[in-house]
């Protein structure tokens, strides 16, 4: 304990080098945590507690709420919204974005979230994770509307994830390289024991629901039929793959071993209308931004993603990221 450092002072430090901080972004990332570790307490209780299972709602997104989906919404709200760091948040599990409570102060920054990313692991155990983006607000503005969130990714304060798996860890970047801080559950801090975390260029490992196959563009289908293909392939070596299903816990396979993550538009997501089947603003932007800083691409396979600009909250998006050589080469099956 002695010589490490906590998330806390690892901000301030940063916080120090930048000229006019207020120490407001410090207390941000601070509550921030203070959700995470709740929302992990409650992860860890399970059934203990409670939490498995589904409620009896949906979300805006179609899909049937966990009860644990439910309660990490609750609490990133709860907890992020008393206390005037942020002047709105946004959320996978609120249809509009949400004010402040009234009478609370409001500050100058905007939270978006996804509570709990790959929540159909909950019920068997599986890593789940919160994936978090920060925005400024607009200045002089009282009550933001939807429209202030729409920026692009590039805008973003800092972006980061907590990953509840075997131990809780907390990723995060203010746009200065990524930094892995996992939770002490003895002194409830967490400790930086991944510091300045890096992507390797190449990579043998992919990540794809491959179930979805038959419904994926050619470019997809011919960079992941070289993978399977194997040494006697074009590619002339051996491909590993992996899927959780929880972006949370690819993103952090990624950073800490590289690889290539994709969730590509395919037919099927087309017939019902949609772009994708992340979402831009609380999973791929995050993402984008953790992985771009740590050396990494993230791009549909047609553009940048952190470049597009916003058309709605909820907006879905392709995504293709991870080790650099390995998504330049999906871009440019998209290009021929
Ligand atoms: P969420 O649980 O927040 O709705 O997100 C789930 C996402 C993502 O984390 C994961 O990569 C993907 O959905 C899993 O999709 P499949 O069910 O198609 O495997
Ligand atoms: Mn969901
Ligand atoms: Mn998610
Ligand atoms: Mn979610």
Redesign the pocket.
Known sequence: MLDSKTLTQFIIEEQRKISGATGEFTLLVNDIATSCKAISDGVNHGALADVLGSAESENV?G?TQKKMDILSNDIMLHVNGHNGHVAAMAS?ELEEISAVPQGAKHGKYLLVF?P?????NMDINVSVGTIFSVLRAPEGIEEPTEADFLQPGTQQVCAGYALYGPCTIMVLTTGNGVNGFTLDQDIGEFILTHPNMTIPEDTQEFAI?MS?QRFWEAPIKRYIDECVAGKEGPRGKDFNMR?V????A?VHRILTRGGIFM?PIDSKLKSKGQGG??RLMY?ANPMSMIVEQAGGASTTGRERILDIQPQEIHQRVPVVLGSKNEVERVTGYHQQ
């Open positions: 997104q899909e996978e996804d709990l990313d790959g929540s159909s629901n979805n899927w299903a929880s972006m949370v690819e969730y089947k992340l999973e």
